[in-house]
């Protein structure tokens, strides 16, 4: 006989033995106690027929220490109403598997009888529990109805489940693979948080929300949402401290990213534009701190607001595009874009978005280019922190049509060998800005108003400058000078 054989045969041999081996017992409500009598602390396998109620679940729980192995599909569970239990209830519907029936239990193995409908609150909290067959008759999962039990491997819940409770499943660090094929429209707070083994999830296309920190710290590596037609929220940190998930795909809906709720995901490469394209607004600290997402197409995208800190730590983005909807823009909210060399905003018209404090902490303004068009370029340059940017008028051809104010006098200018001249007849210049020909802002020399200013430029290497002179009455006047 081959090695495995004989492993089979071992295998078979010891399963005979232990349900040759388990007390048999059939009961009526409340009489559990009398029936298993004298075995109580020694039994180690059970299997019961007839019906029980929270009192006899009661006695598993505290008489029954031993006790690893429980059959109960030959059983129901009856109602009670009666004197306090140990859980501090009186009463216990029908057909409920009651609460707490099972909380800190050494079972590790259990079939649950076939007619309950609901798994009461905590019925299986820190229990040694494997695996579990949930019957299709089961509507409910009860708050933290299987929380903390560290040896619980797989759940799949049937299609007959249409809510489950908070913290369900909260820090079972063995699961690694649900099944939901309930038709459940959300997944609430905590119910995967801290299931560090948990890779794969199937979710329902019912979903519509997601709750607060949902999978919070799990170990989930992929989040394929698409299909989630009817998704309309995920909720404050749902998704924080994943540090495996490595791509979103969201539906063509639109969804409420919630605060937090993509928070320090380490290995995430998904794109905000797909990832927020039906979004009025990124929450305060959404995706802080992803440093490996990208952004293409966000220019394309719908958001008013960017919350503090919302898109902090995107170190590998070189260029985003803003959208024409864009009005605020964050506390810190794009610090430490380390690799960032360009941004947009020529979608934005007139609207300078406001900012928090810090917007680009971190970043070298200096060397990032801000594309503008012509009519832009005064409301950035004199807006704080937009103006630490190296100005780029986009439309450099558009230079050309900016003219002074009709009768609000004239300007003129020369260069002399490394000095530029400026002198206004009209009101006095309030300051100037120089680009190259191709539109790309080189300097904005710092001067107090006067109707004759000059400023130094020997390391300006461009053969002609063009000069937007402000002048102190609001109106412009532009000029070319060749060297």
């Known amino acids: 006989m081959n090695f495995f054989r004989q492993l089979s045969t071992l295998v078979f041999a010891a ?46 729980r505290y008489d029954m220490p031993g006790l690893v192995s429980l059959d109960l599909s030959g059983a129901s569970v009856a109602s009670y109403s009666g004197p306090r239990l140990a859980n501090g209830r009186t009463a216990s519907a029908e057909n409920v598997l009651p609460e707490y029936a099972f909380t800190g239990s050494a079972i590790s193995e259990i079939v649950l009888p076939q ?21 299709s008759s089961v509507v409910s999962l009860g708050v933290s109805a ?47 948080s801290g299931c560090v083994s948990l890779k794969t999830v199937f979710f329902p296309t019912s979903l519509a929300v997601i709750g607060r920190e949902a999978f919070s710290g799990s170990g ?38 919630r605060e937090g709720a993509f928070f320090h995901n380490v290995s995430l490469t998904s794109d905000l534009g797909n990832m927020v394209a039906g979004a009025d607004s990124i929450a305060d600290y959404a995706f802080t701190d992803n440093a490996g997402m990208t952004v293409t197409d966000f220019d394309k995208a719908s958001v008013s607001y960017i919350g503090d800190y919302a898109v902090r730590g ?45 917007v680009w902490k971190g970043v070298d303004q200096q060397k990032v280019q801000l594309k503008v068009t012509t009519p832009q370029a005064d409301l950035y340059s004199d807006t704080p922190q937009w103006k630490e940017f190296a100005m780029f008028i986009a439309d450099p051809t558009a ?49 107090s108003p006067s109707h004759t200013v000059s400023a130094g430029i020997g390391y300006i290497d461009a053969p002609v400058l063009v000069v937007r002179v402000l002048l102190s009455d609001s109106s412009v006047q532009v000029l070319k000078l060749a060297r």
Not at 34 to 53: I, K, M, R, S
């Open 15 to 60: 399963s005979i033995s232990a349900v040759a081996s388990a007390l048999t017992v059939s009961v009526s409500p409340g009489s559990l106690k009398e029936a298993v009598g004298a075995e109580a602390p020694t039994a180690t396998a059970l299997v019961v027929n007839g019906a029980l109620d929270a009192s006899d679940f009661e006695f598993v």
């Open 115 to 135: 007619g309950i409908t609901a798994i009461g609150e905590g019925a299986f909290a820190a229990s040694a529990i494997k695996n579990i067959t949930i019957p």
């Open 146 to 192: 299987f929380a903390d039990c560290a040896d619980l491997e797989t759940i799949t819940l049937p299609e007959s489940v249409t809510s489950i409770g908070k913290g369900a499943f909260r820090n079972c660090p063995k699961i690694d693979y649900v099944v939901i094929n309930a038709q459940l429209s959300e997944i609430p707070s905590n119910a995967f």
């Open 220 to 257: 989930i590596e992929q989040l394929a949402l698409s299909k989630c037609g009817v998704l309309s929220e995920i909720g404050k940190w749902a998704f924080a401290n994943c540090d495996a998930l490595r791509a979103v795909w969201m539906p063509s809906s639109a969804v409420n990213i």
């Open 314 to 358: 995107f170190s590998s983005v070189g260029e985003i595009s803003f959208p024409e909807t864009l009005e605020h823009i964050g506390i810190q909210a794009m610090a430490n874009w380390e690799a960032l060399d360009t941004i947009d905003v020529r979608k934005l018209g007139t609207t300078v978005p406001t900012l928090g404090e810090e």
């Open 399 to 447: 230079i050309d049509d900016v003219v002074a104010d009709s009768g609000k006098g004239c300007v003129t200018g020369r260069i002399s060998g490394d000095i530029l001249a400026l002198e206004s007849s009209g009101a006095e210049i309030a300051g100037f800005q120089l680009y190259d020909m191709s539109g790309r802002m080189i300097a904005m020399p710092q001067t």
